[in-house]
């Protein structure tokens, strides 16, 4: 981009030079033909003049001015071409002076452009942030340097990429989350626990239709309902996993991965004692 706007420069610059240098050389072309032209003029008038004076005088001073003219002609043409080539020559030394002192300051002038723009966009290219080291830009260092330390930083960031946190063999687990890569992976354990009812609600209407929940029952209340109408379920675990729903639901304490466990296993067992056996579903009285 900048070398095109200083080509382009320069190209503007010296077009500029040449037009108005060929100007004044077509300027001084037409002075020297006006020249050229008041000569002749001036010639033939003289011609007219000596023709006139031939039929006026007597033979003898007719010859003798003739001769006289003769021989004053050539010195008129000698000091008339002399005094053209005089200046002539003035008026080319003059503008060949105009055209190299144009030509040079134009040099001079192109180049200080072009060195205070490079300076320019190398002061504004160092001041832009980078987001890797000084040294790891081409021809700070040489190449095999440049090339090992490129190496082990990628190493360093391979070896980074499969560290993983863990006590022993045993990986760290997020508080409340499960570990990336374990099957437990993006589960909320609050939040798992505080949705479980819905299943629990499914698999008691599957055996029965009427164990749907009222919209505004609780599920303690719920629980409660289908241990009256299920007798086969095991009431401890019915109990505590309401105490588990409640603290899920209602208190801000999270939980570790070894208390989701333990209550998923007991909430399976308990959705297991509703498929014991059906037919001694308590009908309700009312």
Request: a positive charge; hydrophobic letters at 40%; charged letters at 20%.
């Amino acid at each position: 981009m900048y070398l095109k706007f200083n080509v382009i420069s320069l190209i503007l610059l010296y077009s500029t030079v040449v037009f108005v240098v060929f100007g004044d050389l077509s300027r001084l072309g037409t002075l020297a033909k006006e020249q050229q032209e008041q000569q002749e003029q001036q010639q033939q008038q003289h011609n007219i003049i000596v023709n006139n004076n031939e039929y006026d005088q007597s033979p003898l001073q007719s010859m003798l001015y003739s001769q006289n003219i003769l021989d004053a002609q050539p010195l008129f043409t000698t000091a008339s071409n002399e005094t053209q080539t005089i200046t002539y020559s003035k008026f080319t030394f003059k503008h060949f002076l105009i055209i190299l002192v144009v030509f040079g300051a134009l040099l001079f002038f192109s180049f200080s452009i072009i060195q205070v723009r490079i300076k320019l966009k190398n002061n504004m290219v160092e001041r832009i942030p980078r987001k890797i080291m000084p040294f790891l830009r081409p021809g700070d260092l040489s190449n095999k340097q440049r090339t090992v330390i490129l190496n082990e930083i990628v190493k360093s960031k391979q070896t980074q990429a499969q560290i993983k946190p863990q006590i022993g063999d045993h990986p760290i687990g997020h508080l409340g989350w499960g570990s990336p890569g374990s099957e437990y992976a993006k589960v909320h354990f609050k939040t798992s626990i505080s949705k479980s009812w819905i299943i629990l609600e499914r698999a008691a209407i599957h055996f029965d239709p009427e164990l749907k929940r009222e919209p505004k029952m609780c599920i303690r209340d719920y629980v409660n309902l289908l241990l009256e109408r299920c007798p086969q379920m095991n009431k401890s675990l019915a109990k505590l996993y309401v105490d588990t729903y409640e603290k899920a639901r209602f208190s801000e304490l999270e939980f570790t991965l070894d208390e989701y466990t333990h209550f998923m296993s007991k909430f399976f067992v308990l959705l297991q004692d509703l498929e014991k056996d059906t037919s001694k579903l308590v009908s309700p009285s009312f």
